[in-house]
């Protein structure tokens, strides 16, 4: 493979040609985050010594647990960021150094974010005393999956090459965390790690089954989703077995299925105002245009079973309890763009679309088909507050003309 920190000028003009990005600061990152195979290490090292000391996890010094869970999250991280640049390499040798956009933001957010795990695993190791826990809510989730649809082929292949190290690393932490004993009050919260990280493996072995020669755009999306999940899954897993006494108030919040077919644009059960806050939905339903927008919505939707999954997801979040349903101080209750979404504030720390929302932070859903006749992508998310009062009103423009 050519040297990515010296891209000929051929490789150049290539990149240039296919709108790719310099991999230079990523690969320095890379270089730069090695370090937390160090840690990693030094962390095993320090798990050893409490088994063979015959001391547990909830015993041992919250010190230990720190530097544990910080140096499992900066190796994932890490692995993740490596896996993605060498498999964009592997399939685009002819602009090695270079990656597409959605490569390059994906790989930065997660090398970016493997220097505070290291900095923390560093501080548990000198500190007695240190406790993570104290300002971080824990297990942390993976930074946000950038959005692309399809997936590219290359990220498939980075994320298969992830498994098994990631894998191996929490079924060596489950059967260090029950080698060195475990409190008799505790075995239940213990088969339930072990339950969520089997969870994982069967999300991975489902998706490498699924794995086909000839290309199929549903089951392409299916291995990508089972991927994703059980590399969330084995994220908190490994978290969980360094600081166990995490599981104590441990809820995995997990992607919503997808819905009916019946419930599906064409299906018996379908509805297109599904989307809308229920408070407002009698004056958009009385007005032409808001109906001819929630029409042309869904017709551009490209995937809408995952517009029905985001809107289960955040049902789910406010049946729980974790997410409200928000009026504001002047009574208005829904977003001023179509689909008129209700607007909600974060009660407990959640993450929706891929995105980590604190406490009181107040979000919208997002369904948006502006400009996709124009080729612009059809906008699937949430919308971050804090709102205020409008006296506007946006309805759907696929063509990008009003």
């Avoid at 809510?137 to 930074?143: I, T, V």
């Avoid at 020669?213 to 299916?222: F, S």
Wanted: glycine share 6%; charged share 25%; proline share 7%.
């Amino acid at each position: 493979m050519n040297d990515p920190l010296r891209p000929n000028l051929l490789t150049k003009m290539r990149a240039s040609l296919a709108g790719e990005r310099d991999a230079a600061v990523l690969e320095a990152l890379r270089a730069a985050g090695k370090i937390a195979y160090d840690e990693l290490l030094a962390a095993e090292k320090a798990r050893d010594q409490l088994a063979a000391a015959g001391t547990n996890l909830w015993d041992a010094p919250p010190a230990v647990g720190s530097q544990l869970l910080a140096a499992w999250n900066a190796f994932v991280l890490q692995t993740l960021g490596e896996q993605f640049l060498d498999a964009d390499y592997s399939a685009n040798p002819r602009t090695v150094g270079f990656v597409p956009a959605v490569t390059s933001d994906q790989v930065s957010a997660w090398f970016s974010a493997v220097e505070g795990w290291i900095s923390r695993g560093r501080q548990a190791r000198v500190n007695p005393d240190y406790d993570i826990t104290a300002e971080l809510a824990l297990p942390a989730g993976l930074p946000a999956w950038a959005e692309v649809e399809p997936c590219p082929q290359e990220h498939l292949a980075a994320l298969l090459a992830a498994i098994p190290p990631v894998r191996e690393h929490v079924d060596v932490a489950l059967y260090s965390l029950e080698r060195a004993g475990v409190p008799a009050d505790r075995q239940a919260a213990v088969n339930r790690l072990k339950q969520l990280a089997a969870e994982a493996a069967a999300a991975a072995d489902y998706a490498v089954g699924l794995r086909s020669v000839r290309h199929n755009a549903t089951l392409h999306e299916l291995v990508e989703n089972n991927l994703k999940q059980a590399l969330e899954l084995w994220f908190h897993a490994g978290q969980l077995a360094a600081m166990p006494r995490l599981l104590d108030t441990y809820r995995a919040i997990r992607p919503a299925g997808r819905p009916d077919p019946a419930t599906l644009p064409g299906g018996s059960r379908f509805d297109p105002w599904c989307l809308t806050d229920p408070l407002t939905l009698k004056r958009w339903q009385k007005d032409k245009k808001a109906k001819q927008a929630i029409a042309e919505l869904w017709q551009y939707d490209p995937d809408p079973a995952a517009t029905l999954a985001l809107k289960a997801q955040i049902d789910a979040l406010v049946a729980a309890g974790d997410v409200a349903v928000l009026r504001t101080r002047d009574g208005s209750s829904c977003y001023y763009e179509c689909p008129w979404s209700a607007l909600y504030e974060v009660r407990r720390p959640v993450r929706v679309a891929g995105r980590d929302l604190r406490v009181l932070q107040q979000f919208a859903l997002q369904a948006a088909a502006d400009d996709v006749l124009r080729g612009k992508p059809f906008q699937r998310g949430v919308i971050v507050g804090p709102f205020q009062t409008t006296d506007e009103v946006e309805y759907c423009d696929p063509d990008g003309l009003h």
